[in-house]
């Protein structure tokens, strides 16, 4: 295998194609990133009663996210101990136990084993029940009715995982006084594309959106200073932020606006509302856009379009994309109805910007098919060398918003747990990396 600490430069700003494209590495990603990093399980909204539950992935993992009759959240492998079937095979729904459709072994809400059929005659009595339970999800953690999981036992805890991060994921879950929740159903579709592509766009990529979505941005944006806002001329009011592999982009507006792409009726709910806003995050963020966002690996949202998603990885050549239109609790229908709508339209299979950003994607996977071409070197130097700690109304480092600073600390990270390093060692390397940092003052 190819020495994965030549695969990534972040400082000089390098990316080796292989990273995208080699099946060795993908199948080590499993385990070193998606095996030891947190990862979206689902939200409260989704899990509204004891018994409750959604399947989901953990990378290509099937797991089961189930609400325990104490009401609190745990999580367990799809995956019976008999022969390997899903034990569930339903997406979402409510139970009081799951079994196997194959041999009908049969596991309660915390995937512990309670039914075996025949066990007298065809085991004996001679099966151990409490041995051959699902295998359960270590550690689930709840953040502001978001549920994350992970497989690992050295990782951090999640708020401390996130880092600065935190600020920027409160803009979009800590906004309203009743909280959000998902609106009913996940959209699903497959691109032909590494899982990275889309993860590092969501995390660092605002310099795209003038160029691949200039006829959308012509269809929907009929007032010329909206369009303005994405000129691909540099301008002040937009930065980029990244940490611990994570990153967003968000744009300065002189007052509080609603989402870009809310729709009239949620628009002017939005502003009825404001006040919510401005009490629970502050001026400062309550005049900020939080545009593309993404937490590492792999759950992005966007600010301007009221959808999160996550990039299931499907080989190193495919994702499946499940994403969910998210709106306040206390928004009415009428609200709920033009955000679904507006969703639809532009961040969906069929979304104006949505279709952009999957040929993207696709195309660039397709060019890598050649030798040639994923073994040239590809460029992430945009804004190296000017980034700036803590800067007004941006904890953390940042940078302009055309930059790159997000793509690289986000390959960083994902060479940290690719090398197989500890948490406790990325930790330290953390530490020494902002020890150097250079300081850049604002003019």
């Known amino acids: 295998m190819v020495d994965i600490g030549t695969l990534v430069d972040s400082k000089q700003g390098l990316i080796n194609p292989l990273i995208y494209t080699d099946p060795a590495l993908y199948q080590l990603e499993l385990d070193r990133v998606f095996g030891r ?3 979206f399980l689902a939200h409260e909204s989704q899990l509204p009663n004891r018994g409750s539950f959604v399947q989901t992935y953990m990378g290509e993992d099937p797991v089961l996210v189930v609400r325990q009759r104490d009401a609190s959240v745990k999580a367990f492998l799809n995956q019976c101990r008999h022969r390997g079937m899903r034990i569930c095979r339903a997406d979402a729904g409510t139970n009081k136990t799951f079994t196997c459709s194959y041999h009908g072994w049969a596991y309660d809400l915390e995937g512990n084993l309670i039914n075996v ?31 994350f999981g992970t497989w690992s036992d050295e990782v951090p805890e999640f708020e401390e995982y996130l880092g600065e991060m935190k600020y920027y994921f409160d803009a979009a879950v800590d906004r309203w006084d009743n909280g959000l929740e998902f609106v009913k159903g996940a959209t699903k579709w497959v691109i032909d594309c590494n899982w990275k592509f889309a993860a590092e766009q969501f995390t660092s990529d605002m310099y795209h959106a003038p160029i691949s979505h200039a006829s959308a941005m012509v269809a929907l944006f009929e007032d010329p200073a909206m369009r303005s806002l994405f000129d691909p001329s540099p301008h002040d009011q937009g930065r980029q932020f990244a940490g611990h592999g994570h990153g967003t982009g968000s744009m300065g507006i002189p007052e509080f606006g609603p989402d870009i792409l809310a729709g009239p009726e949620y628009s002017a709910w939005q502003i009825a509302n404001r006040d919510q806003v401005y009490n629970r995050l502050g001026t400062d963020r309550a005049h900020k856009i939080m545009i593309h966002n993404n937490i590492f690996p792999n759950f992005s949202w966007l600010g301007t379009a009221s959808t999160m998603r996550v990039w299931h990885p499907r080989g190193p050549g495919q994702i499946e994309v499940w994403a969910w239109t998210y709106v306040p609790k206390d928004a009415p229908e009428s609200a709920r109805k033009g955000v679904r709508e507006v969703t639809q339209r532009t961040f969906s299979p069929a979304g104006v910007f949505e279709t952009d950003d999957g040929e993207n ?12 071409a994923r073994s040239t070197l590809f460029n992430a130097q945009m804004g190296l060398g000017f980034e700036q700690r803590d800067y007004p109304g941006m904890p953390g480092m940042s940078n302009d918003l055309y930059s790159e600073m997000g793509a690289r600390g986000f390959y960083q990270r994902w060479q940290d747990l690719m090398k197989n390093l500890s ?21």
């Open 117 to 147: 059929p025949l066990e007298e005659r065809a085991y004996h009595n001679q099966i151990d029940k409490s041995q051959w339970g699902a295998t359960k999800v270590p550690r689930v953690q709840s953040y502001k009715g978001f549920y």
């Open 37 to 39: 990093s947190w990862l």
């Open 361 to 372: 994607w696709t195309e660039i996977q397709q060019v890598m098919r050649g030798w040639k």
């Open 423 to 443: 948490w406790k060692e990325i930790a330290e390397l953390d530490a020494q990396r902002r020890a150097a940092e250079q300081e850049v003052q604002p003019a």
